[in-house]
């Protein structure tokens, strides 16, 4: 067993990207599926459902701030280990996405949404 703590292979990819955005002014673009990584490397997180951005917030608001159904449907899909919080933020997202070269009239998020209404499905 090693004495000293070891980085874990993500927190060390994390540590070089934030000391090369620091030394050469970088900034990233990533794309993932992992609100609970992501939010360990930006700034800032944009939100996309279906090819369209639906929402844009700074990292820091992402647990308190998030607006949009799908965003909040995305935070209570991240594992929580505390059982007690387990299902105090859980928003469900039911049903599967609608195929991106036919999307639905209106909100394309509409077939999906818990807070639909009638003026959703229109154009
Ligand atoms: S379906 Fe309506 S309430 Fe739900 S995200 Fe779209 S616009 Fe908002």
Redesign the pocket.
Known sequence: MPAEPVLADDDLKKCLLRELERRFGLSYIFIFHDLAAVSCLADRIAVMYLGKIVEVLPTGDLLSGAC???TRGLLAAVPEPDPRQRYSRQVTVKGEPPNPADPPPG?R??PR?P???QI?REN
């Open positions: 949009h159904p799908y909100c998020f509409h949404c807070e639909a209404r959703c």
